[in-house]
């Protein structure tokens, strides 16, 4: 075990912990003043080990999405989604409160904490939607003018 571990608890579990007690915490190392997650003993990459908990944000935007259909006996359809959080790190999270299919890369999320099969987890929920519609309908307009230019 890495010393840096002994009589402690390991990052999964501190996260975790945290997440019980209702902060949704990330790891930051301090001589590269940069944020990183999935929780790990060092900063990946450099093998930093000044890291620090600091409370996230819960601020970030859709990098990308997917909606996994599943019958609705089983749950019904889902999304997970990769977020950017403000700070800067890029986390898998389900995004909920819209229907899986509508959502889309750019969407801004706020972060919060619920509960996934019995254990904490971190949902993400959209924060806006009429920019992004107004985006694609705009879109979808030049895409029309160019056809009808051609």
Known sequence: MPEILKGSLGPEQQ?????????????KSKSL?????????AFPGSGERDLEWLEASGNGFI????????LPEKGGDF???LITLDEGPRMMAR???IDPDKVANGQKVKD?????????AIISDVLWRRV??????????????????W
């Open 112 to 120: 919060r904490i619920s509960s996934l099969k019995g254990e904490p």
């Open 15 to 27: 996260f975790k912990k945290y997440l019980s007690e209702g902060k949704f915490m990330i790891q």
């Open 95 to 97: 995004v909920e409160g």
């Open 79 to 81: 999304n997970l989604s």
């Open 63 to 70: 990098h990308s999405t997917t909606c996994n259909r599943r």
């Open 132 to 149: 992004v519609w107004l985006k694609m309908q705009a879109q979808n307009e030049a895409v029309r003018l160019m056809m009808w230019v």
């Open 33 to 41: 003043n940069k944020f990183f997650f999935h929780p790990r003993v």
